[in-house]
């Protein structure tokens, strides 16, 4: 799954919709998520993985994505597997440099959330 993933940040990458820093960045998050992780579904990391390289550049661009809607949010937060996503959400966002705006957290909760079910 490792190549598919890095494969994927290769060609985000390579036509240039990511910055270097962002592909290096989620090429770390990879291995830190399939460490963690390790029977994580391959279409869940490949969903999570896509939309951090895109929260990077966003975030590096200073462009906002449209707030995720409230009530799934709380649903989200009523999880069990929650405090755990918050937990690897801040461990991954602690990895890099870019400052990613409250929206993209959040979305990044969801999507741990998600495989982490």
Known sequence: ???EL??????L??????????????RKIVDYILSRC???SQDKMEMFI???????KRAEERTEENPIDEGILEAVKMEAVFPEAV???DRILSMTDIVFQETEKDFLSVHLCNFLS
């Open 1 to 3: 799954m490792q190549k």
């Open 6 to 11: 890095y494969e994927r940040i290769g060609i």
């Open 13 to 26: 990458e390579k036509n240039e919709i990511i910055s270097v820093k962002v592909a290096d960045y989620a």
């Open 38 to 40: 390790p029977g994580v």
């Open 50 to 56: 896509t939309h951090l390289a895109m929260a990077g």
């Open 87 to 89: 937990e690897i959400r």
